[in-house]
């Protein structure tokens, strides 16, 4: 059953208003008309608020049609435990020399039943006749009945009790209330507790699901205000920590079966295995319960401090549905002579005779002989006399000692504040007024040490400092199960130290060794990043591989990294690597068929040189102009030397050099023709009757030319050299996985005008051989000046477009190419045709066969 603050906040105006409406002399009578189930005189008393029992049942009477008190069903050995708890407590400091000497404490502690509605009215029946609150009349001197109340073990009858006790300062200490709603002194004013507050516990269930790498999760909560506030907390953080929640769904121990099958079949459907269940140990019980029915098993359980270390829970799990669940719980404690003290129960009998005969009944499952309650068959007559020592159940279980010490350590809050409020040092004094208002102060600035040596104190929301157990169920050899501590939260250490865990195994669902794994989706490796998957979670994505020349080197990358422009990504994608120089080298195919083509050429050229100069006194080659056949062959030689120049790694040397000195030969070997094919001419004409052609063109005249071409193409190279030089140049565009190495132009008007200078020669020297190609075959060699310039051109017309869309090293190769092809042409066509006459035809190279009129004869 629950209640709405709000509507507390009017019952209490309700109640002031009516009370104002009332005689003077009546004192303010409100709250649960029944006696406390337990009480103990003294001087100054507290209050005590605990489930006796987990459930409720509503009567009416037969014959009057009026609804009777509640019916409190199904004992709750834990209520009993904490009620001892508290006895144990007072009586320790009733025992004390120390601590508020020769003051008596007292208590009336009231059951709750499970139910918030009885747990108010207990609150109610506890602050009555609170004069310092209502001053309504000097007749009502009657003090107030209790200056603290501990309990309740939950959140919500907490946030419905200190809503009403708010106002009247009565300072609520609970040992079980965790929710984060709580620490909200506005709403709660008097409200203060001995555990850490939910807070804490959400973020560091969070922490814990990040820390073994679960990203995908499913989630349970109590549907009430400690396990809805609880998982929200927990749902805000896990997003924080890039987890992600399939579902969320909630349960409470009333809901009916349909409900929870509901959550079942979520359980079923759902994908993720690990469920953090933020729940109480009461709904626990419920699920678990229906889990063991389904057999539900393998899913990785992270539990909350309420169920996570409950015994009880452990022995009902015979499927091993929980089995390797990890998850938080209040540090371990021991209170000495705690444990001899509660399972001394007979102490119950001086303060509530029916309560302890019912709790008796229960533990021996036997009846006393006047015992009210229903009989069953062959149910044994108890003595009272019976021994705990063979009971095992839940109240002889102490694994809850530091639920129990957290009771403890509230009642010797509220000691410590009143021994400062009485002034007491060997006595106290025993007139002064006890106002609840100055007692909660003093409560919440009091520091002191327990007899354990721990700590106790509040911060200024009321709660204690965040201290958590992180517990493996381990499964035993005989069936059991064992809460093994394997690490520690503390919220106090800074944010990277808060969670730790020991070496010692951890035992995981269905006993397996291997931590499990629940992801949405697969870690993407380096080399990938995350795409997210349209219309799902952050969690749930795919791994797209990394362009090419980017790198991601660390797991679940977001995005790429661009590699530098010198570098590229590896095969892999995770991590990038320099690029690989290229250039045209010796070592490769190419290059090497390019040189051992330049050696050739030059070999070639030697050879014919040497012919030439071994007949140098025969007609073919006097006839020939000796002086620029040889010139012509020297020229072509540097021109295959210097082709060569283009073959290796860039320098700045060689990118000057091979430009210009290829221009300058080239040249050189084009004025030599032009000057040969000029020559023809000039003999021709010179046979002419009257002629003086050869005056003006002789041996002079000719070596005049050749010097003046090439000197204008040296002209333009130095001008090239001096204004914009080539240099070599990394080329990072035209290829993105490597670098290609070669000699930018530096000016392009300088190489292009290089070119169009050679060009331009090359064009005069074939219209004039053309026009010379119908002299006499005897006489001249125009014929093949004409294809040789044929070849030379055309080679050089088709070098312009291959060289501008050949990429990389090719544009050089291309390059080498047209040089050897021209060197090639004009040596074939030129030189070859009067070496065949030379050595193979010796008979035709004579001045008679060059001079006649006919061809030769064959």
Not at 643 to 670: K, N, Q
């Amino acid at each position: 059953m629950h209640f709405k603050l709000q509507g507390w906040a009017l019952l209490q105006l309700l109640l002031l208003v009516s009370f104002s409406q009332a005689e003077d002399h009546v004192c303010l009578q409100m709250g649960d008309p029944e006696n406390p189930q337990l009480s103990k005189d003294g001087d100054i008393i507290l209050g005590g608020i605990f489930s006796f029992h987990r459930s409720w049942i509503n009567r009416r009477d037969t014959y009057m049609h009026k609804p009777l008190p509640l019916q409190c069903i199904s004992l709750n050995f834990r209520g009993f435990q904490h009620a001892q708890a508290m006895l144990f407590a007072i009586d320790e400091i009733n025992n004390s020399s120390d601590l508020l000497p020769g003051i008596t404490l007292g208590c009336k502690i009231y059951d709750s039943c499970g139910s918030i509605a009885r747990g108010v009215r207990a609150s109610l029946a506890l602050i009555n006749s609170q004069e310092t609150i209502f001053k309504l009349s000097d007749k009502c001197t009657k003090p107030a009945q209790v200056q603290a109340i501990m309990g309740e073990s939950s959140s919500s009858p907490c946030m419905a009790i200190a809503t009403v006790i708010g106002p009247f300062h009565i300072p609520l200490i609970s040992h079980f209330a965790t929710c984060d709603c709580l620490s909200d002194k506005n709403k709660y004013p008097s409200f203060l507790r001995t555990i850490p507050s939910d807070h804490y516990q959400s973020r560091a269930l969070a922490q814990l699901v990040k820390y073994f790498g679960w990203t995908w999760v499913g989630a349970i909560r109590t549907n009430d205000d400690y396990g809805n506030n609880g998982m929200a907390t927990f749902i805000e953080t896990a997003e924080e920590l890039g987890i992600c929640v399939e579902y969320s769904v909630a349960v409470f121990r009333t809901d009916p079966p349909e409900k929870i099958q509901q959550i079942i079949d979520v359980i079923k459907a759902s994908t993720s295995r690990v469920i953090v269940g933020f729940l109480s140990h009461l709904d626990m019980d419920v699920l678990l319960i229906e889990l063991s029915q389904h057999n539900l098993t393998g899913y990785q359980w992270v539990g909350s401090e309420a169920w996570i270390f409950e015994s009880h829970i452990a022995a009902m799990d015979v499927h091993h549905i929980l089995d390797g669940a990890v998850g938080l719980s209040i540090p371990k404690a021991h209170v000495t002579g705690m444990k001899e003290y509660i399972l001394g129960v007979k102490q119950l009998n001086s303060s509530s005779k029916e309560l302890f005969r019912e709790l008796w009944e229960a533990l021996f499952d036997c009846k006393f002989e006047d015992s009210v309650s229903t009989t069953t068959e062959n149910q044994r007559e108890c003595s009272g006399h019976e021994d705990l020592a063979g009971v095992k159940n839940t109240f002889t279980d102490m694994s809850l000692m530091p639920i129990l010490y957290n009771i403890y350590k509230g009642v010797y809050a509220v000691a410590h504040a009143l021994h400062d409020v009485l002034s007491c040092n060997n006595t106290c004094n025993k007139t002064a007024q006890l106002d609840p208002f100055t007692i909660l102060q003093h409560i919440k600035r009091i520091s002191f040490k327990t007899k354990e040596g721990d700590e106790v104190y509040f911060n200024e929301n009321g709660d204690p400092p965040a201290k958590y157990e992180i517990i493996n169920w381990q499964p035993t050899e005989n069936g059991n199960v064992e809460f093994v501590p394997v690490g520690l939260y503390d919220a106090s250490l800074p944010a990277d130290r808060q969670l730790t865990l020991t070496n010692r195994t951890l035992v995981w669902a269905q006993n397996s060794e291997q931590v499990p794994v629940s992801v949405c989706s697969e870690k993407c490796p380096p080399g990938t990043r995350k795409v997210l998957q349209k219309g799902k979670p952050v969690c749930c994505y795919d791994c797209l591989r990394c362009a090419d020349g980017e790198i991601s080197n660390s797991t679940d990358s977001i995005s790429c990294v661009r590699c530098h422009s010198e570098f590229w990504s590896n095969e892999r994608r995770d991590a990038c690597i320099k690029k690989k120089e290229e250039f045209l080298s010796y070592e490769e195919m190419m290059g090497a068929l390019l040189t051992a083509a330049s050696l050739l050429g030059t070999c070639l050229t030697a050879v014919v040189m040497f012919i030439f100069f071994r007949y140098r006194r025969t007609p073919i080659v006097r006839a020939n102009n000796s002086e620029l056949s040889f010139l012509l062959l020297f020229s072509l030689t540097l021109c295959f030397l210097c082709s060569l120049t283009f073959i290796g790694r860039p320098s700045g040397w060689s990118c000057m050099l091979r430009h210009t000195a290829f221009g300058i030969t080239f040249v050189l070997c084009i004025s030599c023709v032009l000057g040969k094919t000029m020559v023809v001419l000039m003999v021709f004409r010179a046979t002419l009757p009257g002629s003086k052609a050869m005056k003006w063109f002789g041996p002079a005249q000719q070596r005049l030319s050749v010097l003046a071409f090439t000197l204008i193409q040296v002209f333009i190279c130095l001008l090239w050299l001096t204004v914009s030089p080539p240099f070599p140049f990394k080329n990072i565009k035209d290829f993105k996985d490597r670098i290609i190495l070669e000699c930018a132009l530096g000016s392009a008007v300088g190489f292009w005008s290089v070119l169009g200078y050679i060009g331009l020669l090359a064009m005069f020297c074939f219209i004039l051989a053309f026009l010379a190609r119908k002299l006499p075959d005897n006489f001249n060699e125009a014929k093949f000046i004409t294809f040789s310039m044929l070849i030379f051109c055309a080679v050089w017309v088709t070098f312009i477009p291959a060289y501008v869309s050949s990429p990389g090293k090719f544009s050089v190769a291309v390059e080498i190419f047209a040089i050897l092809s021209s060197g090639f042409g004009l040596l074939i066509c030129i030189f070859i045709p009067k070496c065949y006459i030379i050595l193979l035809k010796p008979e035709r190279n004579t001045k008679r066969n060059l001079m006649g009129k006919e061809g030769p004869t064959h």
